[in-house]
C-alpha cells in the first residue's frame, strides 16, 4: 500500500461520475467511472452514493492517507455551507451535499461548481503557474468559465459567476435558451447547441452527409470532420460557432483584462475548429492578453476530478490555517 497522501475527488458531469484518488500533487492514483443522471438532485445524490459504495467495494480507498474528499458538480453551489442549490434554473433543492457525503464517507467534504474546479486545477498545474489574472473557458456539453483575478475565484453573490454561455452574441436571433433570452451563444457553439443546429437546419440542406437520421445527438468531432470536408450543412453551422465562441471570447477579454484566456472541454481538442475559431479573433481587442488564448495543457478527462482534489485539499489548507 502506497504511503502517500490523498484526496478523494468527485466529478459529476452530464453523462458520467468520476471518482478517483489524487496525491496532493495532483497525480491520479486511481478513479472509476460511472454513468450519470442528472434528471434532478436527489437522482445525483442516490447515483452517487451507489457509486462511492462500488468504489468502496472494488476499487478501495487507501483509508490511513485519504484526507479529505472534493466534489466538483454542475449548477450552484453555496461552497462555505456545503449546500448545492440548484442544478440548473427549475431543478432549485438546496441540498447539504457536503454532509451527506461526509456522514457516508467518514471525511471532511467540500463541494464546488464543477467548472470552479476545473479552474482549481488550472491554477495548480496550468496558466496559473504563470499568472494571477486568466479565464478559463470550459466548452463542452455546455459553455462555462472560470475567471481568476488576483489569484481568486470570482463566484459572485449568488455564486451564479461564469455562465457565459448565457451571453447573447446574436440580437437577431429567434433560437430561444433555457436562460430566457434568445441568441445565446451556448445555443450553438457548444457541443449540445451545435447538434441542436445540425437538426435545426437540416431541411435546408438534406444533401448533408451528417447522421440525422438517428435522431440522436451529433458528436462535435463528426460535425467537424464534416465541415472541414466541406458537408453544406456543417460547413457554414461550425463557422458561425466560431464566430459567436470568438465574439464571447473578446466580450470577455474587454471585461476583465486577463493576461491569458485558457480553454478545455471537448469541444476546443478539434484542431480545425481551434484555428477557424482563432481566426475570428481581432489582434487589436486580445493585444493585452499577453499570456495568450490557449488550451489547456491539463488532461482534459480528468481536469474535473483533479480540480475537485484540489478544491478539498484547499479547505483543510484553511482549515489548519485557522487552528
Given at each position: 500500500?502506497?504511503?502517500?497522501?490523498?484526496?478523494?475527488?468527485?466529478?459529476?458531469?452530464?453523462?458520467?461520475?468520476?471518482?478517483?484518488?489524487?496525491?496532493?500533487?495532483?497525480?491520479?492514483?486511481?478513479?472509476?467511472?460511472?454513468?450519470?443522471?442528472?434528471?434532478?438532485?436527489?437522482?445525483?445524490?442516490?447515483?452517487?452514493?451507489?457509486?462511492?459504495?462500488?468504489?468502496?467495494?472494488?476499487?478501495?480507498?487507501?483509508?490511513?492517507?485519504?484526507?479529505?474528499?472534493?466534489?466538483?458538480?454542475?449548477?450552484?453551489?453555496?461552497?462555505?455551507?456545503?449546500i448545492w442549490l440548484e442544478i440548473q434554473p427549475g431543478k432549485t433543492v438546496p441540498t447539504p451535499l457536503a454532509d451527506i457525503l461526509g456522514d457516508f464517507?467518514g471525511l471532511p467534504v467540500v463541494i464546488e461548481n464543477d467548472v470552479a474546479a476545473a479552474t482549481a486545477a488550472e491554477q495548480r498545474l496550468g496558466v496559473g503557474k504563470e499568472?494571477?489574472?486568466?479565464?478559463?473557458?470550459?466548452?463542452?456539453?455546455?459553455?462555462?468559465?472560470?475567471?481568476?483575478?488576483?489569484?481568486?475565484?470570482?463566484?459572485?453573490?449568488?455564486?451564479?459567476?461564469?455562465?457565459?454561455?448565457?451571453?447573447?452574441?446574436?440580437?437577431?436571433?429567434?433560437?430561444?435558451?433555457?436562460?430566457?433570452?434568445?441568441?445565446?451563444?451556448?445555443?450553438?457553439?457548444?457541443?449540445?447547441?451545435?447538434?441542436?443546429?445540425?437538426?435545426?437546419?437540416?431541411?435546408?440542406?438534406?444533401?448533408?452527409?451528417?447522421?440525422?437520421?438517428?435522431?440522436?445527438?451529433?458528436?462535435?468531432?463528426?460535425?467537424?470532420?464534416?465541415?472541414?470536408?466541406?458537408?453544406?450543412?456543417?460547413?457554414?453551422?461550425?463557422?458561425?460557432?466560431?464566430?459567436?465562441?470568438?465574439?464571447?471570447?473578446?466580450?470577455?477579454?474587454?471585461?476583465?483584462?486577463?493576461?491569458?484566456?485558457?480553454?478545455?472541454?471537448?469541444?476546443?481538442?478539434?484542431?480545425?475548429?481551434?484555428?477557424?475559431?482563432?481566426?475570428?479573433?481581432?489582434?487589436?481587442?486580445?493585444?493585452?492578453?499577453?499570456?495568450?488564448?490557449?488550451?489547456?495543457?491539463?488532461?482534459?478527462?480528468?481536469?474535473?476530478?483533479?480540480?475537485?482534489?484540489?478544491?478539498?485539499?484547499?479547505?483543510?489548507?484553511?482549515?489548519?490555517?485557522?487552528?
Amino acid at each position: 500500500m502506497t504511503t502517500k497522501q490523498s484526496i478523494l475527488g468527485i466529478d459529476i458531469g452530464g453523462t458520467k461520475i468520476l471518482i478517483g484518488e489524487v496525491d496532493l500533487a495532483g497525480n491520479v492514483l486511481q478513479s472509476k467511472s460511472y454513468p450519470s443522471d442528472t434528471t434532478s438532485q436527489q437522482t445525483v445524490v442516490k447515483t452517487l452514493l451507489v457509486a462511492l459504495q462500488d468504489y468502496r467495494d472494488t476499487i478501495g480507498f487507501q483509508s490511513n492517507n485519504l484526507l479529505a474528499a472534493g466534489v466538483g458538480v454542475v449548477g450552484r453551489v453555496d461552497s462555505a455551507n456545503g449546500i448545492w442549490l440548484e442544478i440548473q434554473p427549475g431543478k432549485t433543492v438546496p441540498t447539504p451535499l457536503a454532509d451527506i457525503l461526509g456522514d457516508f464517507l467518514g471525511l471532511p467534504v467540500v463541494i464546488e461548481n464543477d467548472v470552479a474546479a476545473a479552474t482549481a486545477a488550472e491554477q495548480r498545474l496550468g496558466v496559473g503557474k504563470e499568472t494571477k489574472d486568466f479565464i478559463y473557458i470550459n466548452v463542452g456539453t455546455g459553455i462555462a468559465a472560470g475567471t481568476v483575478i488576483d489569484g481568486k475565484i470570482v463566484t459572485g453573490g449568488h455564486f451564479n459567476a461564469g455562465e457565459i454561455g448565457h451571453m447573447v452574441v446574436d440580437l437577431e436571433s429567434e433560437i430561444p435558451c433555457g436562460c430566457g433570452r434568445k441568441g445565446c451563444v451556448e445555443r450553438n457553439a457548444s457541443g449540445l447547441g451545435l447538434s441542436e443546429q445540425i437538426y435545426g437546419n437540416v431541411t435546408k440542406y438534406p444533401s448533408t452527409s451528417l447522421p440525422v437520421h438517428t435522431n440522436e445527438r451529433i458528436a462535435a468531432d463528426v460535425i467537424f470532420r464534416a465541415a472541414k470536408e466541406g458537408d453544406p450543412l456543417a460547413a457554414p453551422i461550425v463557422d458561425y460557432a466560431a464566430k459567436s465562441l470568438a465574439a464571447m471570447t473578446m466580450n470577455l477579454v474587454r471585461t476583465t483584462d486577463p493576461e491569458c484566456v485558457v480553454f478545455g472541454g471537448g469541444v476546443m481538442q478539434s484542431d480545425y475548429f481551434w484555428n477557424l475559431f482563432q481566426s475570428y479573433l481581432q489582434s487589436n481587442t486580445i493585444r493585452f492578453v499577453s499570456k495568450g488564448i490557449v488550451r489547456t495543457t491539463v488532461s482534459s478527462k480528468e481536469v474535473g476530478l483533479i480540480g475537485a482534489a484540489f478544491i478539498g485539499q484547499s479547505a483543510l489548507i484553511e482549515k489548519s490555517a485557522i487552528h
